[in-house]
């Protein structure tokens, strides 16, 4: 079993790997699952699903409710902890829907829960391997009893589902088998885990079990690989924190790391104290209090469990601090050691359970804020996935000399307490002042960030007002509209047009709008040419203002709306009818600078963009890259749910080619990009053949009360 009492090293019964899955009042098991890390189990969806008693094949995430978790230690002691949902890999079919009610096999069905006091909670969980058809493997039910084993043999593996036949005597595979852990004990290790079970046939009329027949399926289930856990699981980070496998006796880290351990604790006495130690702050058990490890197995320990090397560091780093960067450094050249020691990472958790849920709502916003560069964010950016992810990336790169880098979650979290109050902002910065002494990282490095972090919660505040031109546009008829025209300095709208019965053609519009704009002066230390918003009817969305031109045989050039001034189309109307959503379009408007960017390039109905966008609140941007028919029901759903900023082209040609240029400018700079593809677009149709119109919701800018109120606004 060797000194420290760790995971996969030849249990005495691999019915203690099973952990209970119960209801939150009860506790009664309604399936299994196994310790995957420190804090961490997995188990199926499912299972999660019917321990809150909702459908079984639920597709949604349940949010915060918690279910009961029972682990049984190898004494038989039995506790009970509470544990919430950190990542969800739903049942699904192959092509990503929801499973069909009467569908026998499925896809996706992962759940990792993460219990709520603390890494050092749960026992070892067993080593993972792969599963490979002819395993002779083990399962046992929800309850863990040793007696409710089952004898499996694996068949029929094709990298998403193998099926499992069990043996004749014995217990047959059943409800509450779920989620639990396929045994291998050829090879000592967990190899998968239990799905579902087919069930003997029935009568199709009546549900009555049919008499037993030969002919009939039994004793038949089916899991999932470890493999594909592996490919659902990998990419989120979280089996980094799993049982690894005894680093290989050349991996330069452990060579280091035992060089390390000898020079730390030169005597017998000292490598004891400083092993249990480790141990107990690690949630291990430790071996003799006579007898230390051997240096080569106290290196091995800080390679195996991810967060040791971080504990032992922080033992270090007052009395030692040169021991404890000798050894940050050496175990710097492996892949397995976390950021966070186990009480940081459990405080960590701490706070933001306890965190407000605006703040929480916020944080991928943050984290792109802190880390502009970052190529990608996992595709579950919830705080506890994006808590795994940031902590496997390294610093910044602003350091000098020797200097230590600030790591990224370091950077992110100052910039999440910067959205918080007074009192939890002081609490993350004691934290990240803790982490950061015993990195060794200069107090002057992580004061630098944080200074980043209130300037760009400042930035959030207080943007520079543009100069605006506001044009209401109503249709006549026969190619004539009516205007009104506000202009607003950052004060807010002032009308500068009170005829509303005269209407215009395009060209007399154009010219009649370029007169207001000549009467401007904007602000000597804004370069920027003044915004024009063009405020229409849902109706009106297409109208193409911008290419509206004022052409006077006595003026030198032309005046074309869209090409010498960013111009905007807003619809107060649709925001107006949904006023709902009007909390969702504030919300996204401030996360402008860092939210997503979502892109329709296949038609979708009304209601699939609405169950895709309603809650998304971190999407600010939408680009609809479809034909005309479908485009302007996506585009009015998207500026209806809040979506401050929209962008399509009004033409039949050229999507394509404006998506993609606008891609590449940043979300703020949209109405000075929409009008370079214009002036590029006037200059060479041929290359640029896209009409591009931008819808832009500005959240910080009232629009005027008149335009609200018209009797055509509600037509």
């Not at 929800?142 to 043996?167: C, K």
């Not at 989620?179 to 549900?207: K, Y």
């Not at 050349?250 to 004891?272: I, R, W, Y």
């Not at 579950?380 to 979650?409: C, F, K, N, Q, S």
Request: one cysteine or more; aromatic letters at 6%; a neutral charge.
């Amino acid at each position: 079993m060797g000194w420290f009492r760790t995971a996969g090293h030849g249990a005495a019964d691999p019915s203690r790997y099973v952990v209970s899955i119960g209801r939150p009042a009860s506790g009664s098991p309604v399936g299994a699952g196994f310790v995957l890390g420190a804090d961490t189990v997995l188990t199926c969806a499912h299972v999660v699903n019917a321990a809150l008693e909702r459908p079984l094949l639920e597709p949604t995430e349940p949010g915060p409710d918690r279910v009961t978790l029972t682990v049984r230690d190898d004494l038989g002691a039995t506790r009970w902890y509470a544990a919430r949902v950190a990542h969800w890999i739903a049942p699904r079919t192959r092509d990503g829907a929801p499973v069909p009610a009467g569908d026998g096999e499925w896809f996706g069905d992962l759940a990792v829960l993460r219990i709520e006091t603390g890494s050092a909670a749960l026992p070892p969980g067993p080593r993972p391997a792969p599963m490979a058809a002819g395993q002779a493997v083990e399962a046992w039910h929800g309850s863990g009893e040793p007696a409710t084993f089952a004898r499996l043999t694996v068949h029929g593996t094709n990298g998403s589902r193998a099926y499992l036949d069990g043996a004749p005597t014995g217990m047959a595979v059943g409800r509450g088998y779920s989620g639990g852990p396929l045994w291998c004990p050829e090879q000592q290790a967990v190899v998968g885990l239990v799905v579902a079970h087919f069930m003997p046939a029935r009568d199709p009329a009546t549900g009555k079990p049919l008499p037993h027949s030969p002919q009939h399926m039994a004793r038949r289930s089916w899991g999932v690989p470890w493999q594909r856990v592996e490919a659902e699981l990998g990419p989120l980070g979280v089996l980094d924190s799993a049982a690894s496998a005894r680093p290989d006796p050349d991996d330069p880290a452990l060579l280091l790391l035992t060089e390390a351990v000898e020079d730390v604790f030169p005597s017998p006495s000292s490598l004891v104290t400083g092993a249990q130690r480790l141990a107990r702050a690690c949630g291990v058990a430790p071996g003799s209090s006579v007898t230390p490890p051997e240096p080569q197995e106290f290196a091995a320990f800080l390679l195996t469990h991810p967060r040791a090397l971080a504990a032992l560091v922080g033992h270090l780093r007052r009395d030692a601090p040169r021991d404890a960067d000798r050894i940050l450094a050496a175990g710097g050249l492996s892949r397995t050691p976390r950021l966070l020691a186990p009480q940081e990472h459990t405080a960590l958790r701490g706070h933001l359970r306890a965190m407000e849920a605006d703040v929480l709502a916020r944080f991928p916003e943050a984290v792109r804020a802190a880390l502009p560069h970052l190529a990608a964010l996992p595709g579950d950016d919830t705080p506890e996935a994006l808590l795994d992810h940031l902590e496997e990336l390294p610093g910044d790169g602003r350091a000098t000399g020797g200097e230590r880098r600030v790591p990224a979650l370091l950077r992110v979290m100052e910039y999440v307490g910067a959205l918080c109050p007074g009192a939890k902002r002081a609490e993350l910065r004691l934290w990240a002042d803790g982490v950061a002494a015993r990195l060794g990282i200069a107090r002057a490095a992580l004061g630098e960030r944080r200074s980043d972090a209130q300037e760009w919660v400042r930035s959030l505040r207080a943007r520079t007002a543009r100069v605006r031109v506001l044009v209401q546009v109503t249709r006549t008829g026969q190619g004539r509209h009516r205007l009104r025209i506000w202009c607003d300095e950052g004060a807010g709208p002032r009308q500068v047009s009170t005829d509303s019965v005269r209407s215009y053609s395009a060209p007399e519009a154009a010219r009649e709008v370029l007169r207001v704009l000549d009467s401007l002066t904007p602000p000597a230390e804004d370069e920027r040419p003044p915004l024009v918003e063009v405020l229409v009817d849902r109706a009106g969305l297409n109208l193409p203002v911008d290419e509206w031109t004022a052409r006077d045989p006595e003026e030198l050039v032309p005046g074309v709306l869209g090409v010498e001034f960013p111009l905007v189309v807003h619809c107060p109307e649709l925001l107006r009818r949904h006023g709902r959503f009007t909390s969702h379009w504030r919300s996204r408007w401030n996360r402008l600078d860092s939210g997503k960017t979502f892109v329709v390039s296949e038609t979708m109905d009304r209601d699939t963009i609405y169950s895709r966008l309603v809650n998304q609140l971190d999407t600010v941007r939408v680009c609809v890259d479809v034909p005309p028919g479908p485009r302007d029901g996506i585009v009015q759903t998207c500026l209806a749910l809040g979506i401050p900023v929209v962008v399509w082209d009004r033409g039949r040609d050229g999507a394509a080619h404006a998506v993609r240029y606008m891609a590449e400018v940043a979300t703020r700079e949209m109405p000075d990009g929409v009008r370079d593809y214009r002036a590029h677009a006037k200059a060479s149709p041929p290359d640029y053949p896209g009409r591009p119109v931008l819808a832009w919701a500005d959240a910080d800018r009232t629009v005027p009360r008149l335009h609200l109120t018209e009797p055509q606004e509600s037509a």
